[in-house]
Structure formats: structure tokens, C-alpha cells
């Protein structure tokens, strides 16, 4: 079959992609190697799709050159998703941090929208197509199916496969070799916004248990990055936003400390000055409820443990000036080193992709074969929690459909 334009994944970029084209004139299909399109859209935000981040900037992704976000970004930011999505219907509605969601709090009525205009603009949507094998000849792609079925040809192709993240929505890693078909290289890769493995004895006995917290990463003593927000224990580690916000380190460095400040509204001084009058207050309890109402219970008589104390049956009466100082310190700086992250299965996108120095970011088209383009995570460009990775693949699927159709 001949078609002038054709997408590889259909994804959130793919979707973007291939009605930017349409939109702009130019006859385009999309392939998706799955029974359904849009899946891990469907996951996303915990079921209500958190689609963008109003405060998206350069500082807020990542990859070997994140300078090639820049002006992708500046073309389509995240006012003309919220525009884009508001056309089609989604009432948007922006929450902490800049967090963008559709009102009705349902990431399936974004997977409707996209849906209904490919409709609207007759895009053929072919499922189950997995693409094996791309060739070029002639100024022509030819498009394989792993079945050996079916065969594609067409002038353009825009490929926007995702990363190896969570592969049961459907990005297995093929296009990064759909990608080296084609002569561009990729970078390594490494899962990020991640849940995280770390030692046991910072976490033991935690499972389950969320709280406040600012975390600070640490490589070889040198501050890295910090954010605030809920910090999750598991039986494993730690998770939560405030975890996955700084598990893009993980793709960077090995060995990192995350230090917890379990009371970042306090500093140490009004802390110590907080437990001197608890002691006397509360010399009639145990140490095991020395932290109560202070910090959550069973972290507390973590804490306490890793403080040196023992015996928490021992009165709070007997707490000597020393200790209450280092329970403070701990307090707010309570170190977590890290393991590993839990790999890709539960990795939200891939750190690594397509070197973005085979890509022009003025128009996502491959410098190395003419009318190839690429959008998404299949770049090497990922970004923060928070509806910063949707964003990119709006940007550059817009950026790569238009493009393509020529404008
Ligand atoms: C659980 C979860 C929650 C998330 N929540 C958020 C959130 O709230 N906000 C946010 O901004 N980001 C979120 N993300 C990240 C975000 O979903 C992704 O970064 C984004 O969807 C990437 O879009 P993409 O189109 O590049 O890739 P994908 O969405 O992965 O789409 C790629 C598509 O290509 C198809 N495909 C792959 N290979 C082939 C092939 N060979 N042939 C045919 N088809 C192929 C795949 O099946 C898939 O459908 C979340 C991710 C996960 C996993």
C-alpha cells in the first residue's frame, strides 16, 4: 500500500504528529504495534492524564543536549496544548505546581478527543502493526510488519515510537532500532521517574507510609537538585513525586544519598528548641511516643533507633541535651542512599534516546535522510514529573507533523 505520510506509534507524540499533518495537508497514517492506540496515555497521571505543565522551561528536561528542547518548546508550549486540547473539547483545569488535567479529571477523555479528530480528519489508524523493518529506496520508505504482512511505502515518515519505558503500554524499545535503520545512533539508556531501591535500614518497617518531605540529592558530598512533596516508603525503598522528581539523577550518577528534611518548615534550631520543651512536656512517656504529632509514629521510632537510642521503652525523662541535638540533625537530614531504580517495567519515561545531534530542532527532521522525522520519547530529551513529558511529546509531534506537510 502507497501513502504519502506515515506515523510509526501511536502515542500521544504519533496522535500530535499525524493531525498536525493532516490538519496542514498532508495524507498521513498512523501504525501502532498494539491492539489499542493512546494506552499509556490512558495510564497517565494516575487515570487523569496530567497533559502539561504551564511553567514547562528548558530547565525542566533533560538529555545529552537539552538545549534542542528549547526551541520546540518556544514553538509549542504548553498554552497551545491547553489551546489545542481546549479546541477539541477538554475544559483544562490547573492545579499544584502547574499541573494542567482535563476538568472532568478522566485521562480517557483526552484519549476521546484525539480520537474523534483523527476521525474528523479520516486518519487511518492501523493496530496491530508492528514495524520491524524500515528501508529506503529511491526516496521512498518501505515499512515492514514484524508478521511479514504487511508492507507500507511512503515519501515521509515520522517516527514516534517511545522509549523501553513501561513496555506493556506498548514502547519495547524498537525505535531506537527503527532509529540505527536508518544511521542515528542513540545514547544509553536508563529508566527515570522511577520508583527507587535503596538500603534497608533507612527504610525498614516503613512500607506504605507517606509524608512530607524536601529531599536533597547528593553525589560525593555535592548538592545536585532538591524538590518538596510527598516521599513514599516501600518495602523495597522510596517512591512518590518527590522520588520520581529527582530519579533522573539516577540516570547520571551512581551511588547518590538522598537527604530527607522530614520537617522542612522548621529549621534545626526551632527543632531542637521543639524536642527540649516535648521533654518536659512529655517526661511521662516512653521515647517509643517521644515524636508523636512531631513527625509520622513509626518513622519516628526510626529516627530515634538510628540516633543511637536503643531501648525506646526508656523515659523520655532521661534524654540527655546531646541527643535531643543529633535527633534534631536527623531530622532534617535524614540519609537515604540508593540503590538501583526498579527498572523499566515501572519506569514512567526512558532517560536516552535518538542523539539529538542527528535531529534539526527547528524541524524534527533527521540530518541524516531527507524527510524523516522523529517526536517523543524516542528522543533523547525527557523531562520532570508533572506533565513536562506530555508536553514534549505534544511540542515535537506538532513540530514533526507540521514540518512534514511542508509548513
Ligand atoms: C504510568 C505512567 C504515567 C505517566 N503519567 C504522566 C503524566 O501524568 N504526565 C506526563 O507528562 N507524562 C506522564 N507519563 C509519561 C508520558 O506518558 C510519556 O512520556 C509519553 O506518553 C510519551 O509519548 P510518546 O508518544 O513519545 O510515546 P508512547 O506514549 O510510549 O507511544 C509510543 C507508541 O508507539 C507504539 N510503538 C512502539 N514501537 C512500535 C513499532 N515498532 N511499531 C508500531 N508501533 C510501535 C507503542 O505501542 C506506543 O503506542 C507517564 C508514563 C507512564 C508509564
Request: glycine share 10%; hydrophobic share 40%.
Amino acid at each position: 500500500m502507497y501513502t504519502e505520510a506515515a506515523v510509526i506509534g501511536g502515542g500521544a507524540a504519533g496522535f500530535m504528529a499525524a493531525v498536525t499533518a493532516k490538519a496542514n495537508g498532508l495524507d498521513i497514517i498512523i501504525m501502532e504495534r498494539k491492539d489499542r492506540v493512546l494506552k499509556k496515555v490512558l495510564a497517565t497521571g494516575n487515570g487523569r492524564c496530567n497533559y502539561t505543565n504551564i511553567n514547562a522551561g528548558i530547565s525542566n528536561y533533560y538529555g545529552e543536549d537539552r538545549e534542542f528542547a528549547r526551541d520546540v518548546l518556544e514553538i509549542f508550549g504548553p498554552e497551545n496544548a491547553v489551546d489545542f486540547f481546549e479546541k477539541l473539547g477538554i475544559v483544562h483545569k490547573i492545579e499544584e505546581n502547574g499541573k494542567v488535567y482535563p476538568y472532568s479529571g478522566q485521562a480517557s477523555a483526552v484519549v476521546d478527543a484525539l480520537r474523534f479528530e483523527t476521525q474528523r480528519l479520516e486518519i487511518p489508524i492501523y493496530t496491530n502493526f508492528d514495524v520491524s523493518r524500515i528501508k529506503y529506496e529511491n526516496s521512498l520508505f518501505k515499512i515492514f510488519s514484524n508478521d511479514g504482512n504487511k508492507i507500507i511505502t511512503c515519501k515521509k515518515l515520522i517516527i514516534a515510537a517511545g522509549g523501553c519505558s513501561y513496555p506493556e503500554l506498548g514502547s519495547n524499545g524498537s525505535g531506537y532500532r527503527l532509529a540505527e535503520m536508518m544511521g542515528h545512533k542513540s545514547t544509553e539508556l536508563r529508566p527515570a521517574l522511577v520508583q527507587l531501591k535503596t538500603e534497608k535500614d533507612p527504610v525498614k518497617g516503613l512500607h506504605g507510609i507517606k509524608v512530607n518531605a524536601k529531599i536533597t540529592a547528593y553525589y560525593k558530598g555535592k548538592e545536585l537538585n532538591s524538590s518538596e512533596g510527598e516521599l513514599l516508603f516501600t518495602d523495597y525503598g522510596i517512591s512518590g513525586p518527590v522520588v520520581f522528581n529527582l530519579s533522573y539523577l539516577t540516570a547520571l550518577y551512581d551511588n547518590l544519598i538522598f537527604r530527607a528534611d522530614l520537617m522542612p518548615d522548621y529549621n534545626i534550631c526551632d527543632i531542637e528548641k521543639m524536642l527540649t520543651v516535648r521533654k518536659e512536656n512529655l517526661s511521662h512517656l516512653t521515647m517509643e511516643d517521644f515524636l508523636v504529632g512531631m513527625i509520622n509514629k513509626k518513622l519516628g521510632q526510626l529516627l530515634l533507633k538510628r540516633s543511637g537510642i536503643e531501648k525506646l521503652s526508656l523515659s523520655v525523662e532521661k534524654l540527655s541535651d546531646e541527643r535531643i541535638t543529633k535527633i534534631a540533625f536527623l531530622i532534617k537530614n535524614y540519609d537515604i542512599k540508593i540503590q538501583e531504580t526498579t527498572g523499566f517495567r515501572n519506569a514512567q519515561v526512558t532517560a536516552g534516546g535518538v542523539k539529538t545531534e542527528g535531529v534539526n530542532p527547528k524541524t524534527m527532521e533527521s540530518k541524516k535522510v531527507k524527510n524523516l522525522y522523529f517526536a517523543g520519547e524516542v528522543l533523547d530529551i525527557f523531562g520532570d514529573c508533572g506533565g513536562y513529558n506530555l508536553q514534549w511529546a505534544w511540542a515535537s509531534g506538532y513540530l514533526a507533523g507540521k514540518s512534514a506537510a511542508g509548513k
